[in-house]
């Protein structure tokens, strides 16, 4: 079993930042590619980064150049930092765990609100 606990949402202006943090507990070492979601109000939910154990990353087009996804391995926890935020990127943002046998747990959700 693997419990992941969100932090860093909240409100922020346009053209600023924000850093999410995502804190896996339980069996860690099982966890193979880490990951950020995002849903936005009557939409699916998007992935936006992924992580893997050996840190290859992969971004959404949508926020390349803006956002960065870390992984500390020894302390099991992953970040997105965000930067340039738009009015669009607006949305809960969910941290996600799959393991090496393919199951995956998902966090419980912080919300992100880009507005003037």
């Known amino acids: 079993q693997v419990q992941l606990v969100e932090s860093g949402g909240g409100w922020v202006q346009p053209g600023g930042s924000l850093r999410l943090s995502c804190a896996a507990s339980?069996?860690?070492?099982?966890?193979?590619?880490m990951a950020w979601y995002a849903q936005a109000p009557g939409k699916q939910r998007e992935l936006v980064a992924s992580?893997?154990?050996?840190?290859?990353?992969n971004y959404a087009d949508s926020v390349k150049g803006r956002f960065t996804i870390s992984r500390d391995i020894a302390k099991n926890t992953v970040y997105l930092q965000m930067n340039s935020l738009k009015p669009e990127d607006t949305a809960v943002y969910y941290c996600?765990?799959?393991?090496?046998?393919?199951?995956?747990?998902w966090g419980q959700g912080a919300q992100v609100t880009v507005s003037s």
């Open positions: 996600n765990a799959l393991t090496w046998i393919s199951t995956s747990y």
């Open positions: 339980g069996s860690g070492s099982s966890i193979r590619v």
């Open positions: 992580i893997t154990r050996g840190s290859t990353a």
